[in-house]
């Protein structure tokens, strides 16, 4: 196993007050959360104690938010790509019927004719083309999804599940974004990207404004249960939209007690850590072949990237191996619960663990957050590596 990868971001320690409200806000995510809150569905996912995880490591607490509960996808995912399809198809009909439509007209059903006009199309690892084919389903639009060639059948099963058309593609995940936007070019068509090349691309804008949400919650749940804020969060890397809306919102919310931001990735899928250390963005060093799916990505998300290279603390890169293990962990109970987290899911506790073992800015007072961005996505692959179906697995099941 490859050691992990740790790089010092010195500027996000003198970063100064949040400059990128055009990007990222609290207004913005405020309207995401009333968004959200329009479907009746709804409901704050779970955030867990996990005292076992602060012994283990040495820290005064660490809390995990469990997003293998959210709206049933298993994924954090829909609270970005949900919330795009809601507010693309809200500003469609509303130019359409020439007057303010509300969100919640479309969780009722009240434009369902109009909406069936409507193609949306994305390009996904798995987790983010499910959320957008359940939120058409819900809204009544046509979905189609492309999915490059490692999406497993159980990922692809379950987006046509929801009504969704697959179109496979050749090659990772980065062509088969190019590939959907190249179809999404018809008058009825709408991409649905959560990664652009344009830093002023508004849809990818608003799926980081739907995961601010996971950050509103979770201070509102701390906030509830009498604790403090966290003073370090750790953060999945993927393209950075994620790492991006949750660094953004505790940045302009916490000001100088905003935690620290640790970013974890894939070895073989480093975009974040290489473009970090050069400086600008750059492509993944390897072939982008992890078991860690939901973060096998080649190019960091332009959007993301001018929170991130001002505002995140820590860059590191894990293998494969310390993923697994961090699943099995969190499924074992040992923690505080048995937790059911899948590939990518883990990977902020596998980052936490490498991450103390260097001692770098962790220590008895600190507190610390972990986003369990997804559950058991593909149950057949997190059966192989635990050992036991996701619905063995105590409290997480």
Known sequence: MTASRIFRNSAAFSRGSYQFQRIQSLRAAGEALEAVRACPRYQPTPLLSLPGAARRVGVASVHYKDES??????????????????????????????????????????????????????????????????????????????????????????????GANVVRTDGDY??????????????????????????????????????AVIAIETLDQLEAAGEKAPTHVFLQGGVGGLAGAL????????????????????????????????????????????????LSCGEVSRTAWPILV???????????AQAADAMRLLASGELGGSIVAGESGAAGLA????????????????????????????????????GRRPEQVGAGA
């Open 310 to 320: 001002a505002g995140a603390h820590y860059y590191m890169v894990i293998a494969d």
């Open 174 to 211: 980065d062509k088969s974004v190019v590939e959907a936007a190249a179809a999404a070019t018809a008058p009825t068509s709408r991409l649905v990207a959560d990664t652009s090349n344009d830093p002023d691309d508004p849809v990818s804008m608003q799926v980081m404004q739907g995961y």
């Open 69 to 162: 509960r959210r709206f049933g996808a298993k994924s954090f995912k829909t609270l970005g790509g949900g919330y795009a399809v809601c507010r693309l198809l809200q500003r469609e009909l509303s130019a359409k019927l020439g007057r303010d439509v509300k969100l919640s007209e479309l969780f009722e059903g009240a434009h369902r004719r109009h909406a069936a006009m409507l193609t949306m199309m994305c390009a996904s690892d798995g987790n983010h083309g499910l959320a957008v084919a359940e939120a058409s389903r819900m809204l009544g639009c046509k979905c189609i999804v492309f999915l490059h060639s490692g999406v497993s059948p159980s990922r692809v099963a379950a987006i046509e599940s929801r």
């Open 351 to 386: 980052g936490l663990l490498a991450l103390a073992r260097t001692g770098a800015g962790l220590n008895s007072a600190s507190r610390v957050l972990l986003i369990g961005t997804e559950g058991a996505t593909d149950p057949d692959i997190y059966t192989r590596i635990v």
């Open 247 to 294: 660094t953004a919102y505790f940045w302009e919310r916490l000001g100088d007690e905003a935690p620290v931001s640790v970013i974890v990735e894939p070895e073989r899928a480093d975009c974040l850590f290489q473009s970090i250390h050069a400086g600008e963005p750059r492509r993944a060093s390897g072939d982008l072949e992890t078991i860690m799916a939901g």
